[in-house]
C-alpha cells in the first residue's frame, strides 16, 4: 500500500459547452486555474494527484507545478480517460477519480469519501449529491437490479426526474479499476466510454454531499457561479484572519495575495497576482503584484501596479500607480495623478492632476497641481530629479533630462528645460504685460468682427 492515496484528476475533455478557445480546466477562479482548485482540494485530503491530460495538455501541465500527468490519446470520455492512467496507478489501494471541472471540491469532502470506502470494504464508492437542478449530471437510479448511473442523454423521463446524482468523484480499489476498466464498452454516438458504467452491483453510494462542493462547472454561467463562491470563501477565511472587508461578495482577492490582521479592502476592490496588503485598500482599488504596507492607504478608485506604498504613503482617490512607483512614508499622490518609474520621497506631495515618470521626487517635495515631467521625446525616455524640499509651481513642464536642486522653485506655469541650482528660482514662462483701459477696445473690436451693433 502506498503511504498516500492516489488521485487521479480529468482534465483531458475539451469542454466544448463552454464556447472558448482556452481549454475548460484552465478558466481562471481567483487567479488559478480551475483545474488548480480539484489538485489542491485532493493534496489537502493528503492525495498525490495524478492529472490527466489531452486538450492544450502542454498548457494544463504549465499550470500544475508538482503534479504527475498521463495523457489520455484522444478525449474518448471519461473511462477511457482513467484507463490512459492506469500505468501510473499503484496495483492495490483506494484510488480517487475525480473531475477537473469541479473546482469547488474541497479536502474534506474527498477525505470523508475516502473513509466511507475504507469502511464499506467494496471495491468502488461513489460520491453522490441532491441537486437542486439535476440537469446535465449522472442519475443514481437504484432499483431491483441494485444501483446504477444513468447519464443525463439516456434517462427515461421518470430518471430524468431523480435528484440524487452522480458528484463525478469516486475511490475505487486499483486492482478492480485494472480488472474491469477493459470490460467498458463505447456509447453511441460519439463512442465514448463512459467511467459511470463501472458503478454497479457491488458498488457504494456515499450520499449527502453538499451539492455546492461538487459544482460541474460545464458552461460560463457556472463558471461565474463558482467564482462567486470562491471569492467568499477565500475572502470569509481572511476574514476570519483579521482583515477586515467592507463586503465579502465583492472584493476579490487571488490566491497569490497575502494580508496582514487589520488590513481594509473596500467594497468591491480587487486584490491581484502576487500582492501584499498591510494597510487599506479603498473601494473599487485595484492593486496588481503591489505592496500596500501597513499605515499605508490607496483610497477608492485607484489602480495600483507593480507599486509599494510605504507606511504612511497615501494615494488616490483617482490615481494611477504604473510599474515600479515607490510612495516613501508619508508621501502623498492625490486624484488624477498617475506615477511611473518613480520615487515619491517621504513626505513629499504631489496631490492633484499630475504625471511623474521616470521621476525622483525628494523628500518633503511639493509639485504643484498639473505638473508633468515630460519624459519621452518620441524617441527615448529621460530621467526627471526634483530636489528635496523643492516646490514645482502649477502646471509646470520639466523636460526631462533635468534637476531640480534642493530646495529650488520653479514658479507656476513654467517649462523647465535647463537644470535648476539648488535654492536657486526659477521661471520659465512669458512675461506677463498689463496695458491698462484697453479692454473695452479689444470688446468693441470683436463684437464688430462679429457683425453685432456697438
Ligand atoms: C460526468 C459524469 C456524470 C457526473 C458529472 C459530474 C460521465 C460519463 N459522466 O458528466 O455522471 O454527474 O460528470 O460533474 O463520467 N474528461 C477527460 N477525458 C474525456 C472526457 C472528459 O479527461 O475524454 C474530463 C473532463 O475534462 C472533465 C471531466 O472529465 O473534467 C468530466 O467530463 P465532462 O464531459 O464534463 O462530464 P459530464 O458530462 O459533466
Ligand atoms: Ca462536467
Known sequence: MPDVAVAVVLAAGLGTRMRSPLAKVLHPLLGRPMVGWVVEAVREAGCAPVVVVNHQADAVMAALPGCRFARQEAPLGTGDAVRSALAVLPEAGPVVVTAGDTPLLTGAAIARLLAAHAAHGG??????????????????????????????????????????VNSGAYVFDAAWLRANLPTLTPHPPKGEFYLTDLVGPGAHVCDGFAELDFLGVND???????????????????????????????????????????????HGAILAGRSH???????????????????????????????????????????????????????????????????????????????????????????????????????????????????????????????????AIVGAGSTVTRDVPA?????????????EGRAPDVRARARARAGKTP
Open 220 to 266: 460560463r454561467a457556472a463558471l461565474a457561479e463558482a467564482r462567486g463562491v470562491l471569492r467568499r470563501r477565500v475572502n470569509t477565511a481572511w476574514a476570519r484572519a483579521g482583515v477586515d472587508f467592507a463586503d465579502l461578495d465583492s472584493a476579490i482577492v487571488e490566491v497569490g495575495v497575502t494580508l496582514e490582521p487589520d488590513a481594509h479592502v473596500g
Open 123 to 164: 471495491p468502488c464508492t461513489v460520491a453522490s449529491f441532491t441537486a437542486a437542478d439535476p440537469t446535465g449530471y449522472g442519475r443514481i437510479v437504484r432499483d431491483a437490479d441494485g444501483v446504477r448511473i444513468v447519464e443525463q442523454a439516456h434517462c427515461t423521463p421518470a430518471q430524468a426526474l431523480v435528484r440524487e
Open 423 to 435: 535654492d536657486s528660482l526659477a521661471v520659465g514662462r512669458a512675461p506677463q504685460v498689463n496695458r
Open 277 to 407: 496588503v498591510g494597510g487599506m485598500v479603498g473601494p473599487h482599488s485595484i492593486v496588481v503584484d503591489s505592496r500596500v504596507e501597513a499605515g499605508a492607504i490607496l483610497h477608492a478608485h485607484s489602480i495600483a501596479q507593480d507599486a509599494v506604498l510605504h507606511a504612511g504613503a497615501q494615494a488616490g482617490p483617482f490615481a494611477r500607480l504604473r510599474p515600479a512607483t515607490v510612495l516613501e512614508a508619508g508621501s502623498h499622490v492625490g486624484n488624477f495623478v498617475e506615477t511611473k518609474n518613480a520615487r515619491v520621497g517621504a513626505g513629499a506631495k504631489a496631490n492633484h492632476l499630475t504625471y511623474l515618470g521616470d521621476a525622483e521626487v525628494g523628500e518633503g517635495a511639493n509639485v504643484g497641481a498639473g505638473t508633468i515631467t515630460c519624459n519621452y521625446d518620441g524617441a527615448g525616455k529621460y530621467r526627471t530629479v526634483i530636489g528635496a524640499r523643492a516646490f514645482i509651481g502649477s502646471n509646470s513642464a520639466l523636460v526631462a533630462p533635468v534637476t531640480v536642486g534642493d530646495g
